[in-house]
T-cell receptor, first 113, second 111 residues
Framework: GAGVSQSPRYKVAKRGQDVALRCDPISGHVSLFWYQQALGQGPEFLTYFQNEAQLDKSGLPSDRFFAERPEGSVSTLKIQRTQQEDSAVYLC???????????FGPGTRLLVL | QKEVEQNSGPLSVPEGAIASLNCTYSDRVSQSFFWYRQYSGKSPELIMSIYSNGDKEDGRFTAQLNKASQYVSLLIRDSQPSDSATYLCAVNRETARQLTFGSGTQLTVLP
């Protein structure tokens, strides 16, 4: 079956631009996670949704980061006024139920110039 | 101290050898433990999960968990060049649903 998909796969933004990253989880998966992965590091948690409810956003680095999942399926991570330190790979993962295996999408590689 | 620590490597082993990857974690009440493989430029792919003390084997892979020592390892037997990747250790703490990852160990299997 189809896995987690993300778009765009690559995004180049000028500093100060707003960007929106999309995640399509595996159909029927309740839990959806966003992670940020810097070069040479492991993924770092950003935020978690259970259906449409954002239950944990403790990992969002600043108020420039905003995520939503309005209908409990597709999720969008928005970064306002991008900064160079936002350059990273943004990974989306979903799991059928909380605490079950997380399956990762291919990621969006964001480069802020 | 980082919550999940791994030797960053790089670790090089000859083809056919056993590769041993190690991970320690700081939160004693962690419940679930995972090993993900990540090829360069790709997303993490689950290799093994382990929840209770002892060994768990799946093909050429064996995960070992020792909760008393807060230590989890991954053994890869008969290593192949296609095993060359970064291996990420991840922990699911009791109080959180997200995974906490180590920084990964880069493994190279030399033909």
């Amino acid at each position: 079956g189809a896995g987690v998909s993300q778009s765009p796969r690559y995004k180049v933004a000028k500093r100060g631009q707003d960007v929106a990253l999309r995640c399509d989880p595996i159909s029927g998966h309740v839990s959806l996670f966003w992670y940020q992965q810097a070069l040479g590091q492991g993924p770092e948690f950003l935020t978690y949704f259970q259906n449409e409810a954002q239950l944990d956003k403790s990992g969002l680095p600043s108020d420039r980061f905003f995520a939503e999942r309005p209908e409990g399926s597709v999720s969008t991570l928005k970064i306002q006024r991008t900064q160079q330190e936002d350059s990273a790979v943004y990974l989306c993962a979903s799991s059928l139920l909380p605490r079950e295996t997380q399956y990762f999408g291919p990621g969006t590689r964001l480069l802020v110039l | 101290q980082k919550e999940v620590e791994q030797n960053s490597g790089p670790l090089s082993v000859p083809e056919g050898a056993i590769a041993s990857l190690n991970c320690t974690y700081s939160d004693r009440v962690s419940q679930s433990f995972f090993w993900y493989r990540q090829y360069s430029g790709k997303s993490p792919e689950l290799i093994m999960s382990i929840y209770s003390n002892g060994d768990k084997e799946d093909g050429r892979f064996t995960a070992q968990l020792n909760k008393a020592s807060q230590y989890v390892s991954l053994l890869i037997r008969d290593s192949q060049p296609s095993d060359s990747a970064t291996y990420l250790c991840a922990v699911n703490r009791e109080t959180a649903r997200q995974l906490t990852f180590g920084s990964g160990t880069q493994l190279t299997v030399l033909p």
